[in-house]
Structures are given as C-alpha cells and as structure tokens.
C-alpha cells in the first residue's frame, strides 16, 4: 500500500550553517509572532523567512510573504547556503526528549518521499478535518516555491519494529544533522542512508501498510491540490520529487518513543453561563465529584484512563475542581447514532457531544470556528486562563489512546478537532525536497 522513495534532500550547507539550532524552527501553525521573532533574530537564514515570513502593510500581488519565499529560496541556493545531496537517500530521523510525565524517549523515525493517494483510495487513513484558510496558505507557498518544507507526520503498523531496525545500523555514526528545539526541549538528529540494499528492504517492509496521518492534514491535502495543479501544465520529472510524490515522516505505530499528550479545553464568551446550573445537568449524565486541587484531580484522571471503559474529564472553575465520570454511554449513542462503537467511546467524541455541544449549546459549526474555545496542551496553562478572568471553565482530559486512533481512522471516521496531539513536533529545516516539475506538456 505504502510506496515510499528516497530522495536528494536539500538542507543546510554545514560550511555556512554552523548550528541547525539557529536555522529551524517549530511547525509553521505553531509559529506565533513572539516566535517568530526570536527565529528572524536566531540567524540570517533561519527558515521562518520563507515558512512563515513577515507581512507588510505595502504587500501587493507582486510582493508579498510567497514573493519573498521564492525569492530567499533562490539566494540561498544560488550562494550554497541551501545544498542538494547528490544522492538519493532516506533520512533517519530521531527525536530525544523528556515527556511532560518525565520519562526521557527517543522517537525513531523516516524522512522519505510517498506516493500521494486521494483518500477515497483507504491507503491513507486521516483522522482529523481540515479548514480552508492554512491550506489555501501552504498552497500558495508550494506554487510559489515548488518545494516541500514542512513535515507531514504519518503512522504505520509494525509491532516488531522491523523498519527501523533496518535503519539502526546506519545511525551509529555520528548524525548528518543535529538541532535543538528550545521551545520543546528535543534534541533532533538526522542521518541520510544512500545505501542502496537498506532502502531496497525498507520499502520491501512498506509496502503492504497503510498509512495513517498523526499530524499535518492540512500539509497532506495540499500536496494533493498542488499534484493536481501542477500535473495540468507539467508532465512531472522522471525522479522520486515529481509533484505525485511529497516529502513525510513516518514513524512505527509500535515505537517506544511515541507519545501522545492530551490538549484541554478552555471555554469562553459563553452568554450568561451559571456553574450550578452546568454542574446540576452534567449530574444527570455524569459522576460529578469536588476534588480538593489540581493535583488529585489529574492524578485520578491518570489512574481512570487505566480502564478502557471508564471517560473521565476535570473541570476547573475559579479556584475549584471536580472530576466527572460518565454514569452511562446511552446518551452518547443517542446524540451520535451514525458514528461507529469506536468513535463514541473516545473521550474527546464524548466531550464534544455530551459536554460542549448538548449540555453548553456550542455547535459544530462555533467548534470549528473556536467561536467559544481555546485548546492548550498543558493544564497550568488551561488553570492560568480561567484565573485571569478571560475565560469561563477549563475542561482538563486524558489523551487519546493509539490503539483507539488506528481503530477510528481505519474506519475512514473523522475524530473531533484537536483530538491528538503527538509530542514533540516535527521541526521544519533539518531537510526539505524541491519538485520536479519535468518539462511542459
């Protein structure tokens, strides 16, 4: 199912680029203006300027953030700040890192080119909807640029990790590239394999997988509108970089360092919202328990989410905290009855139905728009919000499990927004991979 390709990276020129630290940077949709600040002030050649570069008040067609890109693009290609590796290759790509939990991990993945397929094919399985603003964004910055940057997170099933085992051998040398994340604390090597036989086995071991995006549906969708569009003018190039493929990251479902993190939720600007009133009609389809602190109430999230029948969440509103625990999953079969057994026993599916939409009157649609909600991943964060008089409640969870992710996504069902959240992020800058176009038609 999965056809997977090596190819020519292009990234930064080590005789230029001293540090990688200095020239990458998080995702652009995690990019926020102090960010990208702190990234145009790192390094000359950070790659926030052509991700993520900065509006002007004077932009015009012929000037603008995409304008500019192609243009930085081009410079540092024609000066050697930006290199191609003359050979084909599949990037190692490892992630070291401390989770919240405090357990160190390392994340074992690879950078290589795939076979784009629509999703109506069942190859690649999404898990999340996508809006129409970040793609028509990212779109015009491939058109612009013909080149991929970002990372497009994909998960396969191997529960022997056979894939990277074929790989391991490769990365006991010392790494091609090293960067480290300070917003997430993650150290990120990268090794180019060239090594023909090793690529030859691990696209072997791919073949027969489905693919499941983790993180960047946007970024996938927009590679499919841009082989589309592309592919109505140019014939596209002989090599592995031909707009039918793009540029993605997998990882093994079954890797030790694959961690998933839960996002809260902070509900605001919600009319004449009473506490009493939400917590007497959560009562009716809840547990509902006073918990002395933060502390106590994460800890009996934590120890709940042990049992795959039990859906907790915490809830904290000025200074007070309670656990709520569904009584019964009727109701949720009653407000979703055309979503599968699975779907409506994730957590998130049942706070979106249940607790957001039924009991507070947000709908689908204000969901979507975050009309009434703001998403963080730390619960300090969510606590800190509510306490500075902003925001009403923050609604404090457990992560989506993997096992619950593969299931739901391989029955082609969408999950709620912000249902997953992979920790760390994939950094944009460590290797890019520009199109190959072919000549006209």
């Not at 008040?57 to 081009?74: C, G, I, Q």
Request: aromatic share 10%; charged share 30%; proline share 5%.
């Amino acid at each position: 199912m999965a056809k997977i390709f090596p190819f020519r990276g292009t990234h930064f020129n080590k005789e230029k680029v001293k540090d990688y630290s200095q020239v990458t940077t998080l995702p652009y949709d995690r990019v926020t203006p102090e960010l990208q600040d702190k990234y145009y002030k790192a390094s000359e050649y950070n790659i926030v300027r052509i991700i993520k570069g900065r509006e002007s008040s004077e932009d015009a067609p012929d000037n603008n953030v995409y304008t500019r890109a192609a243009e930085t693009l081009k410079q540092w290609l024609e000066s050697g700040v930006l290199v191609q590796d003359e050979e084909p290759a599949i990037y190692v790509y490892h992630q070291e890192f401390t989770a919240p939990d405090g357990q160190s991990y390392v994340r074992k993945g690879m950078t290589v080119q795939v076979e784009l397929e629509d999703y109506a094919s069942g190859k690649v399985k999404p898990h999340e909807r996508t809006l129409s603003a970040p793609k028509e964004d990212r779109f015009k910055l491939l058109i612009h640029t013909d080149t991929h940057f970002g990372q497009i997170f994909q998960l396969y099933p191997d529960d022997e990790n056979k894939v990277m085992r074929l790989l391991d051998k490769h990365t006991e040398r010392s790494p091609d590239m090293v960067a480290h994340n300070e917003e997430e604390d993650v150290v990120h090597k990268m090794w180019a394999v060239s090594d023909p036989d090793t690529i030859a086995s691990v696209q072997r071991e791919m073949e027969e997988k489905p693919l499941f995006i983790a993180d960047g549906h946007h970024r996938y969708e927009t590679a499919i509108n841009y082989r589309n569009y592309r592919l109505q003018e140019y014939a596209g190039g002989e090599s592995t970089q031909n707009p039918r493929n793009a540029m993605v990251t997998m990882v093994g479902m079954s890797d030790p360092g694959l961690v998933v993190l839960p996002t809260h939720r902070v509900i605001h600007s919600l009319p004449s919202f009473d506490i009493q009133s939400f917590l007497k009609q959560l009562e009716e389809y809840f547990a509902v328990e006073k918990r002395p602190n933060k502390d106590t109430t994460l800890f009996s999230l934590s120890e709940l989410a042990k049992d795959t029948s039990a859906h907790a969440f915490g809830l904290y509103y000025e200074g007070e905290f309670w656990l709520l625990q569904l009584k019964n999953a009727d109701i949720v079969a009653r407000l979703a009855p055309e979503r599968s057994d699975a779907w409506r026993s994730l957590d998130v599916a049942i706070l979106h139905e249940v607790i957001l939409e039924y009991i507070l009157g947000i709908t689908k649609e204000a969901q979507a728009a975050k009309a009434n909600i703001d998403y963080e991943r730390h619960p300090d964060s969510a606590i800190r919000l509510v306490d500075k008089g902003g925001h009403q409640l923050a609604i404090l969870m457990n992560p989506t499990k993997l096992s619950q992710i593969r299931e739901v996504a391989g029955r082609g069902e969408v999950m709620p927004q912000k249902s997953t959240d992979f920790f760390p992020k994939l950094i944009t800058g460590l290797v890019c991979a520009q199109v190959d176009l072919g000549e006209k038609k």
